[in-house]
């Protein structure tokens, strides 16, 4: 019977205890200190804290004082508790480290423990969307993160390329366990995002307490398609004065997604010319009058059409002329006089011989000797 009765005092005093424990005052002002203040253990980790119970002289007769927790082992050194758990398995624990006066009245400080799991993976995806994209319409980036705690922690950032978009935040501040969540992105896709990789990244922001290197997964790359239509390139001059007979380059270069298709029309009578040479620009190696007009490039793929018009002037060869000084020729006629004197009688006879020397025809100096020779004689 008396045994009985001591078992029936050692249960009550457990449950007074507990009791105790659970309506503890954590504002007193000789408090237990846990060493470090918080925790923060990577699911299935070892892990151990130590607790002072009282700075001064606060345990007298009678006094209780413990860590009260679900898991691990306390060890008393005078004042001091050890705490320690060689593997941490609970995702809900707080060590309560505890004195009880002989009066009843209960003091305590609670540790706080911050158990962690990185996510098992990352993934990301266009929502409700597969294929190419159209430019200038919205879409939905989703970043799935499966089986990660404490959702409260994580941090997940949207890249594009290397450029941060966005960090959406949890809405779940309570889950201390594993969840798998998925955060979204709006954006707007425009030609220049085409080719472009995006992808998301799941951190987990542990604070001063966490790992050196926070735990990171990152998500695979996917590259974004966007049709687009015809946009030129350069610049375009009208008119385009050419001069007849030089060569000429229409240039029409678009880009485009897809790749654009080019279709030109041509004045009546260049139609007819097989000189010409067509594609993204029209070459014609040698201008002429008949070349002039318009010309309209077409530049289509399935998203759109865009038309440029080139307005073609060829200019005439201006006509030279050379004008030739006049060529004078000079004939020149020599008197040669020869006089006869007589005693009675005087003649003078007078014989006209042509210029020899202008001449350039040889029966013609042989005259002019014969007739020289008769004068003469």
Request: hydrophobic letters at 30%; proline letters at 7%.
């Amino acid at each position: 019977m008396f045994f009985h009765f001591i078992l029936l005092v050692v249960s009550l005093m457990g449950f007074l205890r507990s009791f105790h424990v659970s309506s503890c005052d954590p504002n007193c002002t000789n408090k237990p200190e846990f060493t470090p203040t918080s925790l923060v253990v990577k699911y299935g980790d070892p892990t151990s804290a130590s607790c002072s119970v009282c700075q001064h002289a606060c345990l007298g007769n009678g006094t209780i004082y413990n860590v009260e927790s679900p898991v691990g082992n306390s060890t008393k050194n005078g004042t001091t508790i050890s705490w320690t758990v060689d593997r941490l398995t609970e995702w809900k624990t707080s060590p309560m480290c505890y004195y009880t006066s002989n009066t009843g009245y209960q003091c305590c400080s609670t540790l706080t423990v911050t158990v962690y799991q990185p996510p098992d993976s990352v993934s990301i995806s266009f929502v409700n969307h597969t294929g190419p994209m159209s430019e200038g319409h919205q879409y939905t980036l989703q970043c799935t993160v499966k089986d990660v705690a404490p959702v409260e922690k994580l941090v997940v950032t949207f890249y594009r390329g290397q450029t941060a978009l966005g960090q959406p935040q949890s809405n779940n501040n309570i889950e201390k366990k594993p969840v798998t969540e998925s955060f979204s992105l709006n954006i707007t896709l425009s030609k220049d995002d085409d080719g472009v990789q995006f992808w998301c990244e799941a951190k987990l922001e542990l604070g001063p307490d966490g790992p050196q290197r926070p735990p990171v997964v990152t998500s695979e790359n996917i590259t974004a398609t966007v049709y687009y239509k015809p946009q030129l390139e350069g610049s375009y001059l009208l008119p385009i004065n050419v001069t007849e007979g030089d060569p000429v380059q229409l240039n029409c270069s678009a880009v485009g997604n897809p790749s654009p298709s080019y279709n030109w029309t041509l004045p009546l009578v260049a139609k007819e010319r097989s000189s010409l040479r067509i594609g993204s620009a029209l070459s014609i190696d040698s201008v002429t009058s008949e070349d002039e007009g318009q010309y309209t490039c077409s530049v289509s793929n399935d998203v759109g059409t865009v038309t440029v018009m080139f307005d073609v002037h060829v200019q005439g060869l201006k006509s030279t002329s050379t004008t030739l000084p006049p060529t004078t020729t000079t004939s020149t006629t020599t008197t040669t006089t020869t006089t006869t004197t007589t005693s009675t009688t005087t003649t003078t006879q007078t014989t006209t011989v042509p210029n020899c020397s202008t001449s350039s025809i040889l029966l013609h100096r042989s005259m002019c000797f014969v007739l020289l020779f008769s004068a003469l004689f």
